[in-house]
């Protein structure tokens, strides 16, 4: 009996496990029977919403999906598609004092509290008016641009009054690589109120209403800057401004056939990453007088005596008017008297010279006699067909105003200025002005914008086609045996002209602080490019052997850049090739040579 027990009772084992395990998937199948229509109707309400904001649409949805998937911004990038200027994911530092009270119990956190907190974490914050703004109760922005470590430490503070909002900021990958051209960007408002980014200074202030515009900020905006040229350029003239303790340097680089500019320095610059938005709050004439430091653009804003560099278009101009026709002609060397006043050299250069040797020794009384025969309305004209009396033409905001003679100029005034004094203007006119000269005679409007082939400004002629080839080869002759020897980058086939002016002041002109530029353009037995360098107030130091004049600090200058850019403007260096100045090279003093 006790057998047939214990039998049966192994018998009924698996027939409850096997109930136990019918039970369970029982119970799991109405859970689930349950759950699906939960599911259902959470799947529903998604759908219906989903068809709200899609369909049926309401008055505060104003955007596609399209245009919400755009980037608030759009970017700029350079002619080759490196970034210049794009957005990026960043945290804003909110305070609402509303959340630090809770029915009237005492806050989380005092204000000093708050503000000693805040600065262990920003130590550029005043400790005291940051305690003061939070006890003023207002809510307001802090800070903007945390990066994330910084939220997290702010985070870390414990104290509901300080919020974090993500929002989209702008971000320069290049740092304070050609700030002048970008600009910056600080909050405004649209037209519907809302919250946008606003271009200041320089092409962001420019392309402004393109890069908020829905239609286009999906798609970048290309310039006519190329980032590597660019940073060539700022290396060159930091590196030259420093070995002469210039107060600084300006430099471009402009496309003779186009007008646009390759590359645009002013030194010292900014960095458009640091611009704190809460400096530069209040009304738009408020904001202007609040622009960061450096920000000045020297290039198209600051206006110049640009010395011996104008010999060269006056000559030009002389060539081109038929005053001079036989370059083997000498002229009185000595010095002139006129108006009272005795125009001379710098040293004594002979009795007499010819055109080349004048414009190879930078000679003023030469220059100034050949401006008497050509006569002040003649080279007025040719000036004011360079752009010499009014504004650069270039899209950037800041353009200086030339300090013109006016329309009568006298036989002094003519005298002066044919050697670059008496007239004020900015180093982007005298490259306008020099891709005129080379180029074939037409003169266009420098650009930032890049050009497409074949779309170039039709321009205007200034100079005959034989008289920009002659004057390509008296540049060249002045880089290869005066004064811009130094510029002569071989195999690049460099030519320009130095300029050493006095800065002007009450009463007469400051001799020991000049402004020194070297304007060139390369290559030029097929010239593509102008390339000016200028410092202001170079000092007498062991690296331009204690000399202050361009041929000894802007030149050098220019010939380090050449090799440097040349082959990325795809113009190889060749030592084969030159321009012709068979003709002209006897005219020269065996002594020159």
Known sequence: MASIA????????????????????????????????????????????????????????????????????????????????RNYDAFALWYDPSEMKDGGSPLVHTPEEVAASLAAIFPDIDQADMAHRLASGKRQYLRRRLLPEEANRVFDIGEPALELPAEKDRFYPQGSMAAHVLGYVTDGEDEDGNVVKVGNLGMEAVLNERLNDPAHRGEPAAIALDLRVQGAL????????????????????????????????????????????????????????????????????????LGSTFKPLSIAAAIDAGIVRDLSLRYDAKPVKVAGRTLSDSHSLGDTLNVPEALIHSSNTVTARIADKLGGDRLRDTMRDLGFAERPYIELPSRGKPLWPGEKWSRITTMTVSYGHGVSVTPLHLASAYAAMVNGGIWRP?????????????????????????MRQLLRMIAIYGTGKSADAPGYRVGGKTGSAEKPSRGGYKEKLLVSTFAAAFPMDDPRYVVVAMLDEPKGTTASSFQRTAAWNAAPIVGKLVPRIGPLLDVRPDLSRDIDISDLRPLIRSEIK
């Open 6 to 85: 214990i039998d049966s009772m192994v018998a009924a084992g698996p027939l409850r496990v096997a109930n136990k395990r019918l039970e369970s998937l029982l119970v799991a199948r109405m859970r689930a029977l349950l759950l699906m229509p939960a599911f259902g109707l959470i799947a529903l309400v998604a759908l219906l919403r989903i068809a709200a904001f899609g369909v049926l649409g309401g008055p505060d949805i104003q955007l596609s999906m399209e245009q919400r998937l755009l980037p608030p911004r759009g970017e700029i990038t350079d002619r080759n598609g490196l970034p210049l200027a």
């Open 446 to 470: 420098a650009t930032l914008l890049k050009v497409e082939p074949g779309q170039e400004v039709r321009g205007r002629r200034v100079f005959k086609e034989d008289t920009s080839a002659r």
């Open 234 to 305: 700022e290396d060159e003239l930091r590196k030259g401004m420093l070995a002469v303790n210039a107060r600084g340097a300006t430099g471009l680089v402009l496309d003779v056939d186009t007008g646009e500019v390759i590359a645009l320095a002013s030194l010292p610059s900014f960095d458009p990453n640091d611009v704190k938005p809460s400096d530069l709050i209040g009304t738009p004439e408020q904001q202007r007088l609040k622009q960061p430091a450096n920000s000045f653009n020297s290039v198209t804003h600051q206006v110049y005596e």
